[in-house]
């Protein structure tokens, strides 16, 4: 092979332009200078957005959720927990494509194949299969085996008491977001704060690694209701079950401690069960006791006649003339259901007469009345930490015609809910003072006071006027209860219906309390449209009443203070007495 001299070769001795040598170099020169420059950046400048970028990837948070605080009575007993509970979820793109282990999981699910595939579109990144499964679905989806299909646990709400409790606590959503009762009133010192934990996934999203710090979870706080759960069962099981005896559409009851204010029972019926919620109406959730409102008819004949007390117009012993059944007012004649002729005040509570109590209201000034109304809380919202509670109707006393203020005296043209009225028989109960009321628990040592409206004399008065009436020859003795005194007035009036009444459509309540020497519990019961034939207060609320008020007394241990002794009453009698409205 013959050898070349590249110095006499045409094509290398060429001279190469210099400026094209240097651009080389400052080209080079200027790509090493920029991934530097890119280094530094990824390294130093933007490390933070490339790490989690890169993080984004295969580390993933994990919610580490807070156990909701329970809901208990006042006895501890637990009216609403959370337990942990599997839920079910899926990588569409992930999932095993074998149709025979996927129609095995639509059937375990419940679902048709078709809804399964649409579920699992592939172009979704998470979706759901099942939250708060039983644990039967979860073990059957688990056996088998699909990949792409994953289980966490998740608090469930549970409810021992059911429907007995449902409108006190309420419920929450699949969220464990309060939404009705106790469960929203207090939710955000149920709900505690989730925790997190920083984990790394493998593709088939198995935790291999454990990253950063743990945040732990804080639990919610505990509740402690002023509630009893065995009172507040009992009275729910009675308001049912007279729903049912009179075919009524429905009935609330409200038990409260007369010295303390707490409500240790608040029960309606329809109820429904918080922790099974399909195909709920609106008439199962409405907590009637607290919101719906009803002209309360005789049982504010009590207040309008300690008023009469308190300012000296009447005496226990004063006669009132009411013969003959009725007194004309304004070209309006408010009457008695059957003519009375001459009444003491005592008995004008007692055979509930409306003309008496028309004759002391009209001595007073309508400011007189209305003052005493609001003191007594009605047209006011109740002040109770408790969704739903509503204000009621009073008028200012300025708009009264004669006529209304006569009618308002025996409990029409103004309106309440059931535990506005319970609340308001606090007066007679504590001595002349409406206390407030609570759903929570309070100290023991406690000492409860409340706004003044009559003096303890006037307050006493009533007490044993309230006796007669739900005693032997008053509206209610139906209400009477075997070794306890007690006292009470019972209610009926026609519902309304837009500006007028309906002709056969009443609403039955009684109020009262026991034992009536000093009362240790008050207990309002309503029963709306009873159509089995009878609807006075006495009749359809009062035994409601007797049950509930010898039931409560007992459970709290209250001793009795009558001789007990067999008592029948015929209906016959029952029937002559009952009341007027």
């Given at each position: ?13 060429s ?10 170099v ?6 090493f ?13 933007g490390?933070?957005?490339y ?18 605080g ?30 025979e ?19 699992l579109?592939?172009a ?44 006190v ?42 990253i ?19 009172v ?6 009675r308001i ?13 009851v ?15 019926y329809?109820?429904y069960?918080p922790?099974?919620?399909?195909n ?5 959730l ?11 008819g ?53 055979k ?5 109590v028309v ?11 209305h003052e ?12 109770i ?14 708009s009264?015609?004669?006529?209304e ?23 007679f109960?504590?001595d ?37 009436a ?7 003795p139906?209400a009477?209860?075997s ?10 009036a ?17 109020v009262?309390?026991a ?8 207990v ?10 009878i ?32 008592q ?12 007027s409205?």
């Amino acid at each position: 092979m013959r050898s070349v001299s590249y110095s006499t070769s045409p094509l290398l001795a060429s001279k190469t332009p210099v400026w094209r040598s240097r651009f080389l170099v400052a080209l080079v020169g200027f790509a090493f200078t920029g991934l530097l420059a890119r280094a530094l950046y990824v390294q130093v400048i933007g490390t933070q957005f490339y790490q989690k970028q890169g993080e984004a990837r295969y580390v993933h948070q994990l919610e580490l959720p807070a156990s909701r605080g329970r809901i208990n009575d006042r006895g501890g007993n637990v009216l609403a927990a959370s337990v942990a509970v599997p839920s079910v979820w899926a990588i569409p793109k992930e999932v095993d494509t074998d149709p025979e282990k996927r129609k095995a999981l639509a059937k375990i699910l419940g679902w048709s194949n078709a809804e399964l595939e649409r579920k699992l579109d592939p172009a979704t990144r998470f979706v759901w299969l099942q939250r708060q499964a039983d644990d039967q679905v979860a073990a059957q989806i688990k056996a088998l085996g699909l990949k792409g299909v994953f289980q966490d646990r998740e608090y469930k709400r549970k409810y021992p008491e059911g429907e007995a409790a449902a409108h006190v606590v309420g419920f929450t959503n699949i969220e464990d977001k309060g939404q009705e009762g106790i469960e929203l009133a207090r939710q955000k010192d149920l709900q505690g704060r989730d925790g997190s934990r920083s984990v790394v996934r493998d593709r088939l999203g198995r935790v291999v690694e454990d990253i950063g710090e743990r945040v732990p979870a804080a639990n919610g706080r505990d509740i402690d209701l002023s509630i009893d759960s065995k009172v507040q069962f009992f009275a729910y099981q009675r308001i049912r079950d007279a729903v049912a005896e009179h075919k009524a559409k429905a009935g609330s009851v409200v038990v409260l401690d007369a010295q303390t204010g707490e409500i240790l029972a608040l029960a309606n019926y329809p109820s429904y069960d918080p922790g099974e919620r399909k195909n709920l109406s609106g008439a199962q959730l409405r907590n009637r006791a607290l919101t719906d409102i009803f002209e309360p008819g005789s049982t504010m004949k009590p207040f309008v006649t300690a008023l009469a007390l308190e300012t000296g117009r009447v005496h226990p012993d004063t006669v009132i003339n009411t013969g003959p059944r009725s007194i004309v007012i304004s070209g309006w004649s408010p009457s008695d259901a059957h003519p009375h002729g001459e009444l003491t005040v005592a008995q004008v509570i007692q055979k509930s007469s409306n003309v008496g109590v028309v004759k002391m209201a009209m001595q007073m000034s309508p400011r007189e009345l209305h003052e005493m109304y609001t003191a007594i809380g009605l047209g006011q919202r109740p002040q109770i930490d408790f969704p739903g509670a509503i204000t009621g109707k009073l008028r200012p006393y300025k708009s009264w015609r004669p006529i209304e203020q006569a009618t308002m005296s025996y409990g029409y043209g103004l309106s309440a809910s059931l535990l506005q009225l319970a609340r308001a028989y606090t007066v007679f109960a504590h001595d002349g003072e409406v206390i407030p009321i609570t759903m929570t628990r309070k100290p023991p040592d406690e000492v409860v006071s409340g706004i003044k409206v009559f003096s303890p004399k006037t307050a006493e008065t009533l007490r044993g006027m309230l006796q007669m009436a739900a005693g032997p020859g008053g509206t209610a003795p139906q209400a009477m209860v075997s070794g306890y005194s007690v006292g009470g007035k019972s209610g009926t009036a026609h519902k309304q219906e837009g500006k007028g009444y309906a002709g056969h459509k009443y609403r039955s309540w009684f109020v009262g309390m026991a034992p009536i020497s000093k009362p240790r519990i008050i207990v309002a019961v309503m029963v709306d449209e009873p159509t089995n034939g009878i609807y006075f207060g006495g009749a359809v609320a009062g035994p409601v009443f007797s049950q509930v008020v010898s039931q409560s007394l007992r459970l709290l241990n209250v001793p009795t203070d009558l001789e007990v002794k067999p008592q029948i009453i015929a209906s016959q009698k029952l029937q002559a007495v009952e009341e007027s409205f």
